[in-house]
């Protein structure tokens, strides 16, 4: 007996511009997140591109489809045709950069954005297939998420209680966690709390998660994608 759970784009694929799920809806989607872990204004995009998506992201528009994403658009958009053109015009540079990123999918990009006040963020992203993506890294952070749920992704230190404390905010707000997944590299510092919930939490929450001071870094709240 097959017990094998398929999502939406399993079945049916996404709805998407562009002749590619994996090179353009996927490519859109892992953009989305990156802007999702943006809170500044961007004044420039790198995208380091691995493995199918080096070789070929101009022929199937994933370049096209990456700013889409970076700029908020969806994967159905008829606008990602002219997502280099709505870049500039919002002064956006951009540049494509073909890379080896080690033992990864091969349609795998990291993405680093660079912000007016000279931050910057960076993520690791691959498209799986049927237009779904996983992300696997976060500012230099292994983690693992698909975003096909809401997802709260909030950077704290390691140190025992916090888990508990975003816990109790949550339970106390009447919010249903699906999954949660701790991601750390090293005893009591960064760590990733990546969070799947039945319902998109609200900024009000996130602003309440990310009040708890000297505890918490940074509170993402991505949709379902």
Do not use: W
């Not at 159905?76 to 002064?91: T, V, W």
Request: net charge negative; glycine share 8%.
């Amino acid at each position: 007996m097959n017990n094998k759970i398929y999502s939406v784009f399993d079945i049916i694929g996404p709805k998407m511009i562009g002749p590619s799920s994996s090179h353009t809806a996927g490519a859109a989607r892992i953009g989305r997140v990156a802007r999702k872990i943006s809170r500044d204004t961007i004044k420039k995009v790198t995208f380091y591109l691995h493995g199918s998506f080096a070789s070929t992201y101009r022929g199937h528009g994933t370049d096209r489809a990456l700013i889409a994403g970076v700029l908020g658009l969806q994967p159905n958009d008829e606008n990602i045709s002219r997502s280099m053109e709505i870049a500039k015009q919002q002064g956006i540079e951009y540049a494509f950069v073909e890379t080896d990123l080690g033992d990864v999918h091969p349609n795998t990009v990291k993405i680093v954005l660079e912000y007016c006040e000279g931050k910057h963020s960076e993520l690791i992203g691959s498209s799986i297939g049927g237009g779904s993506i996983k992300i696997i890294q976060i500012n230099g952070l292994d983690v693992e998420f698909t975003a096909e749920y809401p997802t709260l992704v909030i950077r704290h230190i390691d140190r025992p209680g916090v888990i508990a404390e975003v816990t109790k905010i949550m339970s106390h707000h009447n919010i249903n966690i699906a999954s949660m997944n701790v991601f750390r590299q090293h005893k009591g510092e960064d760590a990733f709390m990546i969070i799947e919930t039945d319902h998109v939490v609200s900024e009000k929450i996130v602003d309440e998660i990310h009040g708890l001071k000297d505890k918490i870094i940074s509170v993402y709240m991505i949709e379902a994608l």
